[in-house]
């Protein structure tokens, strides 16, 4: 058994895979202010004893594992996980809970990345946010109507948005409407990040526990003007990787 174990900001997930490097369990809990006892936790109650032969960890709290072998970072283990499940890709765009990256691919290695980690606009706790604020679930996003009108929001702060998302609601705005509307706002700030990179239209992966999102992908092919792929599981890709890597390490 190799595992790879992603201590993200919103949850720590887990992977495990054979020495053929075949998926044989996966798990998620929510972070806690103990990384490392929710990691481990994590994996005994996954594993159940079953013998771990290397464990990498990787993500925001990846140095505080005692028990993995190895730490990698974030970026080197979406790609590895990425490009196993869609070895075409050329780009990977993942958004998390506190952030968001662009990963540049060259034959299936990382070339180049770009990272908004100083603001919540483009990242899943700005839906979190005004999901809150409308009194609605993300799961709610799959409601009939999902793909009709949306109403604009022009503020890039979530601290403005969620006063213009006040405003909306006050002037009868539905809310599935402003979600929407939310979800087209981080659409657009994750696909500036790119850059000049947006015109090439690379083959591009969209991952992350956001993309699980109904509606999200829908709103980055809006922006982008091209179609994405997204995994099965879009929020174990970094835990796959990892996991790989602990293969790649015998």
Request: hydrophobic share 45%; aromatic share 4%; with cysteine.
């Amino acid at each position: 058994m190799f595992v790879g174990i992603d201590a993200g900001s919103r949850a720590t997930k887990l992977v495990g895979v054979n020495a053929d490097g075949e998926v044989v369990c996966r798990a998620q809990v929510d972070q806690s202010v103990k990384p490392a006892e929710t990691a481990r936790m994590l994996l005994e109650q996954t594993l159940q004893g079953a013998a771990v032969t290397r464990c990498v960890s990787t993500g925001y709290a990846r140095h505080l594992l005692p028990f993995a072998h190895r730490a990698v970072t974030e970026i080197t283990c979406h790609a590895r996980g990425c490009t196993a499940l869609h070895p075409e890709a050329e780009a990977i765009l993942e958004i998390g809970g506190q952030d968001s990256k662009y990963i540049a691919l060259e034959a299936g290695r990382v070339a180049d990345f770009m990272m908004n980690d100083r603001c919540a606009a483009g990242t899943g706790r700005f839906l979190e946010t005004a999901a809150m604020r409308l009194a609605l679930s993300l799961t709610e996003m799959e409601m009939p109507g999902r793909q009709g009108s949306v109403v604009s929001i022009s503020s890039m702060c979530v601290v403005f948005a969620e006063t213009e998302i006040i405003g909306l609601v006050s002037n009868n705005a539905a809310p599935i409407e402003i979600m929407r509307g939310v979800q087209h706002a981080i659409a657009q700030r994750v696909v500036a990040m790119m850059g000049a990179r947006r015109s090439q239209t690379p083959a591009i992966v969209f991952t992350g526990g956001v993309a699980q999102v109904p509606g999200m992908r829908e709103a980055i092919e809006t922006a982008l003007k091209y179609p994405v792929q997204v995994p099965e599981f879009p929020q174990y890709t970094g835990a796959l990787g990892a996991a790989l890597i602990a293969r790649d390490m015998l």
